[in-house]
């Protein structure tokens, strides 16, 4: 899992659109960089413990929109359980 992914893959899925003629460009490069970069350091989720409180992190932007599900360890930090990323089209 790759936190914020659909933002990262953006510029690649425009480049991909079958209206458009594909042509890699510095963004794509960009794009592509970042994506490798995040996937080597993609955080380790864990499972969920039922008997402890959940918290949910929710993000918007023009385009995307993201969560992240969370749960405290005994140390007091928070370890991902879940990720969710979605690009949003023109008309959602």
Known sequence: FVPDFA?????ITKMLKKSMAFKW???????FEAIK???SQAPTLINPDF????ILYA????DTI??????QNKDNDEQPIAFFSQS????E
């Open 37 to 39: 970069e995040a996937i």
């Open 51 to 54: 008997s402890k409180d959940f």
């Open 7 to 11: 933002a990262l893959v953006k510029p």
């Open 25 to 31: 460009t510095a963004e794509g490069k960009e794009s």
């Open 66 to 71: 993201s969560a992240i599900l969370v749960q």
């Open 88 to 91: 949003l089209e023109d008309y």
């Open 59 to 62: 993000f918007g932007g023009d």
